[in-house]
């Protein structure tokens, strides 16, 4: 005979969330995705305190030095002597900090505009999604190189950069969600209650919009550190004595004929981290899909 609890337990249906915490636990790729990514930010944000070289040090004893264990330089040092482990984790950490500020800021930025323009509708829907247009048409280089050119190569501005122009997928994203969204019961029942659009927007829009937001924040977060790489590669980003995985794949590329590690370990870290957030992204898609249900 089944107990109280357990009739009760077998009765109750399970909510989106806990079943799609379920079903994203049984996607094997996924689970090895998210451990690797946190054993690499785990890394990227201990592993420079636990070495005993500084990112910024210079062993002229070991300039361009192969990867070896006999002098603690396990990757190898580039054409500075500086040992090229540390500088990868503090790239890493310069890398992730970037994808994760940016993608936050765009991705509220989204929120925000894809949420109002869908709920609002009309004259001032087609007035924001033009301007939506007008940012797509703009290249992100030339506002970039402008930026650098005016203010400087500072930390913020990498931020800044790619946040403005990184927000409208999410937004055209979110739009679409609201338009389907504005005309369920709940909303119509709050509008009858006088209830102020900001309110709706943020009450009732905006949390059935979690499962869409969490899934292309996933895919929005390598886009982001892959676009901060290309700017550090090309000058217009992280610059020394900082580094960032795209400034050290810069370095590694003058290089790679005569010291291929200087390319290899910090093109190899940035390849695994987009491929983890790529197969986690997936495998939150399918999870919150109600289909898979």
């Not at 995705?33 to 990227?44: H, I, K, M, R, Y």
């Not at 700017?231 to 960032?244: A, H, N, R, V, Y």
Request: some cysteine; overall charge neutral; glycine content about 8%.
């Amino acid at each position: 005979m089944l107990k109280a609890n357990e009739i009760e337990a077998l009765v109750q249906g399970r909510s989106l969330w806990s079943d799609a915490r379920l079903r994203f636990m049984r996607n094997k790729a996924a689970l090895i995705s998210l451990g690797l990514l946190l054993f690499v930010a785990l890394a990227c944000v201990i592993g420079p305190w636990l070495l005993p070289h500084a990112f910024d040090s210079a062993d002229w004893d070991a300039m361009s030095a192969a990867p070896s264990w006999k002098n603690a330089h396990f990757w190898g040092t580039d054409d500075a002597g500086r040992d090229l482990l540390v500088r990868c984790l503090v790239g890493g950490r310069v890398s992730l900090t970037v994808g994760l500020l940016a993608t936050l800021a765009s991705v509220s930025l989204g929120i925000v505009w894809g949420a109002t323009a869908g709920f609002i509708g009309g004259k001032v829907d087609a007035l924001m999604m033009r301007i939506v247009d007008m940012m797509y048409a703009i290249p992100y280089l030339l506002i970039a190189i402008l930026l650098v050119t005016i203010l400087g190569r500072e930390f913020y501005l990498v931020v800044l950069t790619i946040t403005v122009f990184s927000w409208m997928d999410m937004a055209r994203v979110v739009r679409g969600q609201t338009l389907s969204l504005r005309s369920m019961e709940y909303v119509e029942a709050a509008r009858a209650m006088g209830v102020s659009t900001t309110r709706i927007i943020f009450r009732h829009i905006v949390p059935n919009l979690l499962g869409v937001v969490v899934i292309y924040t996933t895919v929005t977060v390598p886009g982001v550190i892959l676009t901060e790489s290309v700017l550090s590669f090309l000058g217009l980003g992280i610059q020394e004595p900082m580094t960032s995985w795209g400034v050290l794949i810069q370095d590694g590329a003058k290089a790679m004929e005569v010291t291929p590690w200087i390319l290899l370990f910090p093109a190899g870290l940035l390849s695994v981290t987009l491929y983890c957030f790529n197969f986690i992204g997936d495998g939150l898609r399918d999870a919150l899909d109600p289909k898979e249900r």
